[in-house]
């Protein structure tokens, strides 16, 4: 475990977000489902983007990593690390408007599938990728894993389905990315451009026929999908987003 130095532990506590660095929370968040335990150096709540932002620019300004975690059900230690775990599946558990025409809904980064498919039924919907962790996964650890179920050949995993995202990037930028919309749009055109230069070998590596490849940065969903930042973010385990 890294000890929060005074400056640490100062930019934190100003960030306005709640921060825990006690020895039951930093031993409670210190695991997994993974086989690895990383105790982290403080771990934060936020309660909104804009919390999650000013705690994420805190955590740069002070030099420790961020490690964004949902239900931490994830296999390969994504959700565990030694700086600032940020706890997104807390707060952020309400699930906001549907549009029953188009079949979108809004929904918090902590939202658990079992919720949402509660949520939807009634409607006669529901989400289609059925990871086996439905009872606890978040949509946000669904979005960062890319997750799926024993399902995915018929409904594809989840980037297939997520039509818009709200990101807090590592400098604390909060931006709406997504087909048609305005956010990142620099950033946007860089990616569509790196694709577009690999694209033979990202053809090569990634054929189209693959359903679900795990690990790696979606640059296959990206070549297919120009100009729509969600393609590069889902899967990207919280590195980028
Ligand atoms: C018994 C078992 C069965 C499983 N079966 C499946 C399966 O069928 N299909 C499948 O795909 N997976 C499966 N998993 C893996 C895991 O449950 C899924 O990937 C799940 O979607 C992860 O969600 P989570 O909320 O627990 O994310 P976490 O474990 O908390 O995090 C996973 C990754 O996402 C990042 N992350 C989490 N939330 C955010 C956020 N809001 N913003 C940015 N990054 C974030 C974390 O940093 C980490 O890298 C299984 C795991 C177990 C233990």
């Known amino acids: 475990m890294v000890a929060l130095s005074d400056h ?3 930019s934190l506590a100003d960030s306005g977000c709640e921060v825990r660095s006690d020895a039951l929370t930093r031993t409670l968040y210190a695991t997994d489902a993974s086989i690895y335990r990383v105790e982290p150096a403080a771990v934060a709540f936020p309660r909104s983007a804009a919390e999650a932002a000013a705690v994420v620019r805190a955590a740069a300004d002070a030099g420790l990593p961020v490690i964004p975690r949902g239900a931490g059900t994830g296999l390969a230690g994504g959700a565990i690390g030694d700086g600032l ?27 658990v599938l079992d919720q949402l498919n509660a ?19 978040t ?20 980037v297939d389905h997520v039509e818009a995202l709200e990101v807090v990037l ?23 451009r790196l694709v577009a230069r690999h694209a033979a070998t990202i053809r090569e590596r990634l054929p189209e026929v693959l359903v679900k490849r795990w690990p790696g940065y979606g640059l296959d969903d990206a070549l297919r999908h120009p100009g729509d930042l969600t393609r590069i973010v889902c899967g990207s385990e919280g590195t980028l987003a």
């Open 85 to 111: 775990v940020v706890d997104l599946a807390r707060h952020s558990r309400q699930i906001g408007s549907l549009d029953r025409e188009r079949r979108t809904v809004h929904v918090g980064a902590g939202v």
């Open 170 to 192: 590592a400098d604390g930028t909060v931006a709406v990315v997504g087909r048609g919309r305005d956010g990142l749009e620099e950033l946007r055109d860089q990616v569509d």
């Open 119 to 137: 949520f939807l039924r009634p409607h006669g919907l529901w989400f289609g990728p059925d990871v086996a962790t439905s009872s606890r996964a």
């Open 139 to 158: 949509l946000g650890g669904m979005i960062a894993n890319n997750s799926s179920g024993a399902h995915a050949p018929v409904y594809g995993t989840t």
């Open 8 to 10: 640490q532990r100062r």
